[in-house]
T-cell receptor, first 114, second 116 residues
Framework: AQSVAQPEDQVNVAEGNPLTVKCTYS??????LFWYVQYPNRGLQFLLK??????LVKGSYGFEAEFNKSQTSFHLKKPSALVSDSALYFC????????????FGGGTRVLVKP | DTEVTQTPKHLVMGMTNKKSLKCEQH?????MYWYKQKAKKPPELMFV???????INESVPSRFSPECPNSSLLNLHLHALQPEDSALYLC???????????????FGDGTRLSIL
């Protein structure tokens, strides 16, 4: 069975500082990994994905994520956080063996203070 | 603006009412999904349709009845719901099949459902 863990319920960071949101995963085969962001009263917006290839993946709004197979991690990063980045972030994994099913982490609330 | 459109945005209904949630996408996606999301929690998968056929039912109570009339539309029919069914209901779609199966799901903004 596949699973995703986001160890931090909330991350607080000052505007302009680097932002990191942690994610670890467990799958039986090769993972497809995704990050989504959810703003209040909105659906989930896709940020980036790792399928294969370069371990550093660049996505929307200046976000990037690093795939680390040995540590089974896929941490989301942004070099300089904005107040508008304050939102709920979800990591998700899709195992080919599980078909179309996405498994989400519990979510991490990011609060960027001015 | 999202490419997956859900209506209505808000719905309040009594436990004896019958209502339907609607979802529409015009991206040519052949997989469509219903999720239930409680506040500050991740979405929970309810149903998956692949090429207009139900492929996954996550043991959802029969008071929720999905329907996929065509490749662009997905409905969720509601009947005799309970207060604990109050939540945000999200629809999503994605490309389907072969190498397309690694494409992300696109979500609508959801219907916020309140059961009185």
């Amino acid at each position: 069975a596949q699973s995703v863990a986001q160890p931090e319920d909330q991350v607080n960071v000052a505007e302009g500082n680097p932002l990191t949101v942690k994610c670890t995963y467990s799958v039986s085969g090769n993972p497809y990994l995704f990050w989504y962001v959810q703003y209040p009263n909105r659906g989930l917006q896709f940020l980036l994905k790792y399928i294969t290839g370069d371990n550093l993946v660049k996505g929307s709004y200046g976000f990037e994520a690093e795939f680390n197979k040995s540590q089974t991690s896929f941490h989301l990063k942004k070099p300089s956080a904005l107040v508008s980045d304050s939102a709920l972030y979800f990591c998700a994994v899709r195992d080919k063996a599980a078909g179309n099913k996405l498994t989400f982490g519990g979510g991490t609330r990011v609060l960027v203070k001015p | 603006d999202t490419e997956v459109t859900q209506t209505p945005k808000h719905l309040v209904m009594g436990m004896t009412n019958k209502k339907s949630l609607k979802c529409e996408q015009h991206m040519g996606h052949r997989a469509m999904y219903w999720y239930k999301q409680k506040a500050k929690k991740p979405p929970e998968l309810m149903f998956v349709y692949s090429y207009e056929k139900l492929s996954i039912n996550e043991s959802v109570p029969s008071r929720f009845s999905p329907e996929c009339p065509n490749s662009s539309l997905l409905n969720l029919h509601l009947h005799a719901l309970q207060p604990e069914d109050s939540a945000l209901y999200l629809c999503a779609s994605s490309q389907e099949g072969g190498q397309l199966s690694n494409q992300p799901q696109h979500f609508g903004d959801g219907t916020r459902l309140s059961i009185l």
